[in-house]
């Protein structure tokens, strides 16, 4: 069972603009983490936010997080085609020790 | 280097043939997963272990089999039992609660 649910599952927007991504999860939460994978490489990890928190910021990177609502919110500012790729939130549910993955959404940055 | 290794990076595997993926780590890390990602698919979680001796399936463990007997090593063998294993593999580790990093994948098809 999918724990977190990425929307848009496709964004494409022009160099230099903001894209902002959505998560969202079903039960509570030790951290939500938030990966980007370019096309048939493994994932690289973008930036970890616990429940406790409420928004992490990382260079172009901003995530927040609304655990009365179960979600979350991935930022980045300034693209740049290098953005050009997947990004998937994953969820550490409170009592599971594992991590589940959403659908992701498909960035492209237009030059 | 610290890091996650797969290999092989590409991998044939014939009809009725059991075929095993590699993954180490020599991050230290107590907790180990793989997963299954289908094209423009999010990531499902096959096994996962937190520690050594020690495993639990996860939401797609049907036809793959896992072992733990080294704290840096954790294949899978994909059996002839996995009637559609055409997809790529990815190894993660972790120490629980924190940042888990990837491997760089194993692509494996059926010929």
């Known amino acids: 069972s999918q724990q977190g649910e990425e929307d848009p599952q496709a964004l494409s927007i022009q160099e230099g603009e903001n894209a902002t991504m959505n998560c969202s999860y079903k039960?509570?939460?030790?951290?939500l983490q938030w990966y980007r994978q370019n096309s048939g490489r493994g994932l690289v990890h973008l930036i970890l936010?616990?429940?406790?928190?409420r928004e992490k910021h990382s260079g172009r990177l901003r995530v927040t997080l609304d655990t009365s609502k179960k979600s979350s919110s991935l930022l980045i500012t300034a693209s740049r085609a290098a953005d050009t790729a997947s990004y998937f939130c994953a969820t550490d549910a409170q009592g599971a020790q594992k991590l589940v993955f959403g659908q992701g959404t498909r960035l492209t940055i237009n030059p | 280097d610290g890091g996650i290794t797969q290999s092989p990076k590409y991998l044939f595997r014939k009809e009725g043939q059991n075929v095993t993926l590699s993954c180490e780590q020599n991050l230290n890390h107590d907790a180990m997963y793989w997963y299954r990602q289908d094209p423009g698919q999010g990531l499902r979680l096959i096994y996962y272990s937190q520690i050594v001796n020690d495993f639990q399936k996860g939401d797609i463990a049907e036809g793959y089999s896992v072992s733990r007997e080294k704290k840096e090593s954790f294949p899978l063998t994909v059996t002839s039992a996995q009637k559609n294993p055409t997809a790529f593999y990815l190894c993660a580790s972790n120490t629980f609660g924190n940042t888990i990093y990837f491997g760089e994948g194993s692509w494996l098809t059926v010929v």
């Open positions: 039960t509570s939460i030790n951290n």
């Open positions: 936010i616990r429940s406790n928190e």
